[in-house]
């Protein structure tokens, strides 16, 4: 679909609204509508602004009369411009002074699940901005644990398995002093066991693989001393990740989970009760899991997975030579 399609199908799409015998308030619920179209299913970046700029018009047309509609035209244009790749932290900026805007209206006057979404996607705006300091950590994981009020994991447990994993990976993004380190590690481990008492593989096997590949992670880097026991914790997270994900059905989840098993186990002796013995088998066990990550990224043209993981095979490689001299 070239871009032209798409933008000629906009002003169609607004002349019509011009002429049409519609009210003001449908007009407008038609812009969101089909700006909802263009943000769930985006073929192209351009698609992404044309949906803001829809959402934009539809904004305008609200003036005084229709806060609601202003309030979700507001939201929807956030939620979009959030995803514009490579948008940087102008549109951020935006995305986050628009949430602002629109969450008092959206609470005095929408369902307590529509603030919760709204809560949810301003938590990750924030989350994306703090690596620029433009946004507090602690707001994020605020606006995360409210949106938790409402999505409960018997209710709503996809977005409940969703913000449990923000919450960890804002947790482990926290900047702390060294000696704190431990702390927010340990706070991420146990947003990820909290929302792993819930969510299970029979009902929620998507939620549940990404939670145990993410605890995998968060296990595998705790500062501690106790690696061993940590890595081989990990590597269970993994081991029940992949019970779910599987070259066939999901093949980059899969290339993903079993690439951060190689590292588990790259650092894990082959006995974990004689670490003196060193990890030959375990060294042989990573580098298949490497070499089958490594042909996946690169069928699927994941470059940069594709060379991080070339990386981890030539260090593999260094390893395991001086391991036979």
């Known amino acids: 679909m070239n871009p032209s399609i798409t933008d000629s199908a906009v002003k169609a799409a607004i002349a019509a609204i011009g002429s049409e015998s519609a009210t003001t308030a449908e007009k407008i619920q038609m812009l969101i509508e089909m700006a909802q179209g263009f943000q769930k299913k985006p073929k192209t970046a351009q698609d992404l602004r044309n949906a803001v700029s829809l959402y934009y018009r539809a904004y305008q047309m609200c003036g005084e009369e229709y806060p609601l509609l202003q309030a979700r035209a507001q ?109 927010r590690q340990g706070l991420a481990v146990q947003s990820f066991e909290v929302a792993l008492k819930h969510i299970n593989l029979i009902e929620h096997p998507r939620e549940y693989a990404m939670l145990q590949n993410n605890l995998g992670n968060a296990l595998q880097y705790l500062v501690s001393s106790h690696p061993i026991e940590n890595n081989l914790r990990a590597i269970a997270a993994y081991d029940e990740a992949l019970k779910v994900r599987n070259s066939k059905d999901t093949p980059l989840e899969y290339a993903n989970t079993i690439s951060n098993k190689a590292n588990a186990l790259f650092n894990l002796p082959d006995d974990p009760e004689k670490p003196e013995a060193g990890n030959p088998q375990n060294l042989l066990k990573a580098r298949d899991y490497y070499q089958e990550a490594w042909e996946i990224f690169h069928q699927y043209q994941q470059t940069e997975q594709a060379k991080t993981v070339a990386q981890a095979l030539q260090e593999l490689a260094v390893e395991i030579g001086n391991k036979n001299h």
Request: aromatic share 10%.
């Open 75 to 183: 939201v929807g244009m956030s939620g979009t411009l959030q995803i514009i790749p490579d948008g940087g932290t102008d549109l951020l900026l935006q995305a986050k002074a628009g949430y602002e805007e629109a969450l008092p209206i959206l609470q005095q006057l929408a369902s307590p699940e529509e603030v919760a979404e709204a809560k949810m996607n301003f938590g990750l705006a924030l989350q994306s901005l703090v690596p620029f300091n433009l946004a507090r950590i602690t707001d994020s994981i605020q606006a995360y644990h409210e949106a938790l009020r409402v999505f409960t994991w018997e209710n709503y447990p996809q977005e409940y398995a969703i913000l449990y994993n923000n919450i960890a990976i804002a947790y482990l993004s926290m900047p702390m002093a060294s000696e704190r380190e431990y702390l």
